[in-house]
C-alpha cells in the first residue's frame, strides 16, 4: 500500500495559486467584501501564510487584477482570417464567456475598487486592454494610421462594449447572442456614419462590405443606412 504524499508548492507556484483563488473569490463577491482569512480558508492554508507570499490585501487585489487583464488581452487574440463580423462575434463571444463568468469581478475591475485602494493600478490596467483592443481592430481593419475620425469611431465603440456589459450583468434581460448581434451591427453603423465625414472611414467600411456576405446582416444593414442617408429624390418641375 502507498501513502499520498502531499507535494510542497514551491514559491512561485504558491503565489499563483493564491491569486487564482483571490480572483476567485473577488470574481463572485464585492472586493471589499473578501478577507485574507476567506483566500486563506479557500487556499488550504494559514493567514500568516498568506501574507508571506503578499503584503497586505492591496498587493494580492492589483495581482488578480493583472491576472485578469493579462486574461482579457488573450481574448481579444483572433486569426485575421474570414468575414470580419464573424471574427468580431468571436472575439466578443470569448469576451462575454469571460463577463459571466467573472461578473462582480469585471465590475470591480472597470470601477476600479476604491474602498481597497486600487483606482489606480485598475485604471491602469483597463487603459492597457482597451489599447489591446483598439489595436486588434486597427490590425484587422488593415489600417496603418488611423485618422481622427476612425480613432475616434473604434474608441467609441470599445466603450460601448463595456458598459453594454455592465448594463446587461444587472439583470441579464436580454439574451446573450442578440446583445453580441447588435454590438457587431453597432460597430458597422459607426463606421458607416463616420464614412459619411471621412473619406479613408469610408475606404475601411468598403474593406469591410466586400469580405462580408453580401445576403448577411451586416451588408443588409449598411445598405440600409446607405439609403437612409441619401438626400429625397428632387420634386418635377411644375
Same mark, same amino acid.
Given at each position: 500500500?502507498? +501513502? /499520498?504524499?502531499?507535494? *510542497?508548492?514551491? =514559491?512561485?507556484?504558491?503565489?499563483?495559486?493564491?491569486?487564482?483563488?483571490?480572483?476567485?473569490?473577488?470574481?463572485?463577491?464585492?472586493?471589499?467584501? =473578501?478577507?485574507?482569512?476567506?483566500?486563506?480558508?479557500?487556499?488550504?492554508?494559514?493567514?500568516? %501564510?498568506?501574507?508571506?507570499?503578499? +503584503? !497586505?490585501?492591496?498587493?494580492?487585489? #492589483?495581482?488578480?487584477?493583472?491576472?485578469?487583464?493579462?486574461?482579457?488581452?488573450?481574448?481579444?487574440? #483572433?486569426?485575421?482570417? @474570414?468575414?470580419?463580423?464573424?471574427?468580431?462575434?468571436?472575439?466578443?463571444?470569448?469576451?462575454?464567456?469571460?463577463?459571466?463568468?467573472? @461578473?462582480?469581478?469585471?465590475?470591480?475591475?472597470?470601477? @476600479?475598487?476604491?474602498?481597497? /485602494?486600487?483606482? /489606480?493600478?485598475? =485604471?491602469?490596467?483597463?487603459?492597457?486592454?482597451?489599447?489591446?483592443? &483598439?489595436?486588434?481592430? =486597427?490590425?484587422?481593419?488593415?489600417? @496603418?494610421?488611423?485618422?481622427?475620425?476612425? #480613432?475616434?469611431?473604434? *474608441?467609441?465603440?470599445?466603450? %460601448?462594449?463595456?458598459?453594454?456589459?455592465?448594463?446587461? %450583468?444587472?439583470?441579464? *434581460?436580454?439574451?446573450?447572442?442578440?446583445?453580441?448581434?447588435?454590438?457587431?451591427?453597432?460597430? +458597422?453603423? %459607426?463606421?458607416?456614419?463616420?464614412?459619411? &465625414?471621412?473619406?479613408?472611414?469610408?475606404?475601411?467600411?468598403?474593406?469591410?462590405?466586400?469580405?462580408?456576405?453580401?445576403?448577411?446582416?451586416? +451588408?443588409?444593414?449598411?445598405?440600409?443606412?446607405?439609403?437612409?442617408?441619401?438626400?429625397?429624390?428632387? !420634386?418635377?418641375?411644375?
Amino acid at each position: 500500500m502507498t +501513502t /499520498g504524499v502531499r507535494r *510542497r508548492m514551491s =514559491v512561485e507556484e504558491r503565489r499563483e495559486q493564491l491569486i487564482a483563488v483571490a480572483l476567485d473569490l473577488f470574481s463572485h463577491r464585492p472586493p471589499d467584501t =473578501v478577507s485574507i482569512d476567506d483566500i486563506a480558508v479557500a487556499a488550504g492554508i494559514s493567514r500568516p %501564510l498568506v501574507y508571506h507570499y503578499f +503584503t !497586505c490585501k492591496k498587493s494580492l487585489y #492589483e495581482a488578480a487584477l493583472r491576472r485578469a487583464a493579462d486574461e482579457l488581452v488573450t481574448l481579444l487574440a #483572433e486569426p485575421p482570417e @474570414g468575414p470580419p463580423a464573424a471574427r468580431l462575434s468571436r472575439v466578443l463571444r470569448r469576451f462575454f464567456d469571460f463577463v459571466e463568468a467573472h @461578473g462582480t469581478g469585471y465590475a470591480a475591475l472597470l470601477r @476600479g475598487g476604491p474602498a481597497m /485602494g486600487g483606482a /489606480g493600478a485598475a =485604471v491602469a490596467l483597463i487603459d492597457e486592454v482597451r489599447r489591446a483592443a &483598439y489595436g486588434r481592430l =486597427v490590425e484587422h481593419l488593415g489600417v @496603418g494610421e488611423p485618422t481622427p475620425r476612425l #480613432e475616434l469611431t473604434l *474608441r467609441s465603440w470599445i466603450s %460601448l462594449v463595456e458598459t453594454t456589459a455592465l448594463l446587461w %450583468l444587472d439583470g441579464r *434581460r436580454i439574451p446573450r447572442v442578440e446583445l453580441e448581434t447588435q454590438l457587431v451591427l453597432a460597430f +458597422t453603423a %459607426l463606421l458607416a456614419v463616420s464614412a459619411a &465625414y471621412d473619406e479613408d472611414t469610408a475606404a475601411v467600411l468598403a474593406r469591410v462590405l466586400a469580405d462580408e456576405p453580401a445576403t448577411g446582416p451586416v +451588408t443588409a444593414l449598411a445598405g440600409r443606412l446607405s439609403r437612409a442617408g441619401r438626400p429625397p429624390p428632387s !420634386c418635377p418641375a411644375r
